[in-house]
Each structure stands twice: as C-alpha cells, then as structure tokens.
C-alpha cells in the first residue's frame, strides 16, 4: 500500500514509525513532516492546511490510504474533499469534526445522550457570560468554542479573572470567530486520563489507556503545553474505573454517534477526569492525540497499517488490536522559553550512550546538511519500554544525559505516581 501521513509533530513521527514497518506498506509519504519522518518517510514539503495540494498530490502518487494527523485540516474538511475525489483517507468529516472543533457542540452531545461531564453553561455575548458566572464557584473554566491552537482554556482562580478570559475572547477576539462562543464548565480534581477509540461504520474500538503531562513544570506546575510526558497504560485506573469507562461510558458514546448519523473512520479520543465520582469526560479530539500516540503506539502489537485499513473498509473487529505486556512512558525535550517564546534552529547532537531500547521520535526538528537542528517548541520524544515505570524511568533519563541542543528542558518527574 502507497500511504500518506499528513503533519509534522511527534505524533505523525510514531505514525510513520509503526505504519513503515508494516509488510503491507509499500512506500510511505509525509507531508511535510519533519527531520525524524525524513529517516523512514519521503518528506513532501506541502503544508497540512493545503488542502487542494494534498488531494492532488494523493491523486498523482496513486496513495492509497491517507490518515490524518492534525485537527486544523480536519475541521477545514480535507476528508470531505479527498472523498469527493474516491480517495480512501482515515478521519473524520466537518461534521463530525464538530466532536473536536467546537465544545459547546460536544458539552451538548454528552449532555443529550446522559454521558459523564462537568456542569456547564454556553454563551454567544460577554453579557449572557457574566450572568452565567453567577451559577459557577471558583475556580471556574472559560473555554473558547473552537479550536484555538490549543490556547483557548483558562482556569479562572476568582471573577476578575473570570471576567478578563471573557473579556480577551468575547469583545477582544483574540481568537476571531473561534472565542465568539464560550463555555464555562465547572472545575474538576482529580487525575486524567486518555482512551482511544478507532471508529469505524458507527462502532467504537477502545485502545489502552495513557496518562499525558501538560503542565510545563515539576508537580504540575506553570503554564499549560501541547504535552510533555506520557505513559501507558495508565496505572492509576482502578479496575472500578475502567468498568465504568469501557462498559458505561463507551457504550453510551457509540449510541449517541450512531442516533446523531456522525459516522465515521477515525479517531475519537476521550479525556477523562477521574475523581470520586468517577470517570467524567473532558474533552474529545476527533484525531490521534499528542504526546500519548508516542507511547500507545508503542504498546500496541497489532499491525497498524491494516487497522487502518480496515477501519476505513468497515471489517474492523476487536480481536485486531493485542498489545504487549510492557509499560511504555515518553518524555519530551523541549526549547527553552516553550510554550511562551523560544529560539529555534539550535543543533542536535547525540552521544552513543544511547542504547538500542530508546526509541527518539521528533516533534519538531529540521535536517539541514547531514545535520539536526531544533524547529519547535517541543522538539523530541524519548520513548522506551519496560517491566514497570521506573525502568521506563531510569532508561529514558539516562538516555537524556546523552543529548545536547542549547537550551534543552524537560520535566524530571514523568511518571513519578
């Protein structure tokens, strides 16, 4: 099979790097993708917005499976324009899309079908938003509807700054038409969670679970990033938990996707809140997430490039997909400054300390003349395996002693539980 993976994080790296070593895998593209694709990949320097591109590109090259990694090209509908064309691709539509690019859309769907979320409240004017700050305690979370690059929650400590996030959103734009919307949720404790689910023909396939880090600093502290750490799969959920999730929740997802006609081949990836209540449900991304694919991936034993193959010809079945027994954890070396302001083009170098368990793959790296340079604020994901997570632990920080770019940082306390 000709294949195209469309993106350039980390998360199409682990893309390419398990659908290369599938034997149904004839030639493999990524576009544009980046200096760890290159490696494994053909890299084709078209952006994954360029969506007119693509499809011509898909047509010229005879792909025979596109799979999408990215959430913008999937709300600007490049599935909608691949199909018009017969092009086989694995996401989702706009329209289900929607699941992704607005919450208010979401937070509707899960409250209509009874399915676990925080309380909350949707509105379209800065008015109708202080008024529903009113029925809310603090913390309070102000959510831009769309997308919003990832930037668009705040948790509100107290109503000044409440009232600033709806401020910037609702009558600054800062996200244009993405924040003229906007939920407020109530704040939920507890630890998260990641499950995903291949979709295929209205029927969900749950993988393993992970655990992902989005705080920049140790004990979860400073701003909030794309992720900088994972593990899978997650220790932390009880056998309660995850009766709850895959017999409950799960389930009750798949009825409401089927009765709302969002049928589709892909991805819908669930964030959990777990707290004494149970499982409630975050968020949900209609793609493979960032940083957990670097290490579900990993677990997973299955092929999956026929997964992939299946789930778009609707045979998937359950018994597909079997992992391995080992723990998988990753963590992300990132630029100094990230997610505010940082440097880029800062060479990579690497000792031989690095032995052959470690798996490094890039989130955002650019090859120039035979050598590697940083091009992102988080640049690579060091992955590697093991009977518990403190062997994950001591091979990866051991491995990270053994790399070098100016201004390298990195969480010391992933999988510390």
């Known amino acids: 099979m000709r294949v195209l993976v469309i993106g350039q994080g980390g998360r199409e790296h682990a893309l390419c790097h ?19 694709t290159a490696q494994i990949a053909e890299n084709i320097s078209i952006q994954a917005e360029d969506i007119p ?55 509707d769907f899960l409250m209509k079908y009874h399915i676990p979320t925080a309380r909350y409240v949707s509105v379209t004017t800065f008015e109708e938003g202080m ?85 920049i600093g140790e004990g979860d502290t400073g701003l909030n990033t794309g992720g900088v750490g994972a593990f899978s799969p997650n220790i932390l959920l009880t056998e309660e938990h995850r009766k709850q999730i895959y017999e409950k929740i799960i389930p009750k997802i798949e009825e409401g996707l089927i009765r709302e006609g969002l049928l589709f081949d892909g991805i819908l990836f669930i964030g959990f ?31 999956l490039l026929e997964l992939l193959d299946k789930a778009v010809e ?9 992992y391995n027994n080992l723990q998988w954890m990753t963590v992300i070396l990132t630029s ?5 302001n940082y440097e880029k083009v800062k060479l990579i170098t690497f000792s031989d300390i690095i032995d052959s368990e470690i798996l490094i793959l890039h989130n955002g790296t650019v090859q120039k003349d035979d050598k590697l340079f940083t091009d992102g604020g988080r640049v690579l994901s060091i992955c590697a395996g093991g009977e518990t997570l403190e062997v994950c632990r001591e091979k990866i920080y051991r491995a990270i002693k053994g790399i070098s770019f100016e201004g390298l940082t990195y ?4 999988g510390c539980v």
């Open 18 to 36: 398990k659908i290369s070593k599938s034997p149904l895998c004839e030639k493999l593209y990524c576009a544009p993708g980046n200096g760890g």
């Open 53 to 107: 591109a693509l499809v011509h590109f898909a047509k010229q090259n005879r792909i025979d499976i596109t799979v999408v990694g990215p959430e913008v090209p999937l709300a600007l509908g490049i599935v909608d324009e691949f199909q018009k064309e017969s092009l086989r691709i694995f996401g989702p539509d706009r329209s289900c899309a929607r699941l992704e690019s607005s919450k208010a859309f979401t937070k």
């Open 131 to 215: 008024e529903a700050l009113r029925q809310f305690t603090y913390p309070v979370v102000v959510k831009a509807d769309g997308l919003c690059a990832g930037k668009g929650v705040v948790i509100a400590e107290n109503k000044e700054e409440a009232v600033s996030a709806l401020k910037e959103m609702m009558v600054e734009s800062r996200f244009g038409e993405e924040g003229h919307q906007v939920v407020l949720e109530e704040f939920l404790k507890g630890f998260e969670a990641s499950i995903f689910c291949f979709v295929s023909k209205g029927r969900l396939f749950p993988m393993v679970s992970a655990k992902d880090y989005k705080k």
């Open 273 to 303: 809140m777990i707290d004494g209540e149970g499982a409630k449900i975050l968020e949900f991304n209609a793609r493979f997430g960032d940083p957990e694919t670097q290490v579900v991936l990993q677990k997973l034993d299955s092929d």
């Open 314 to 322: 609707g045979t998937l079945q359950k018994q597909d997909f079997y």
């Open 336 to 340: 100094k400054g990230y997610p505010g």
């Open 411 to 414: 969480r010391k306390d992933i």
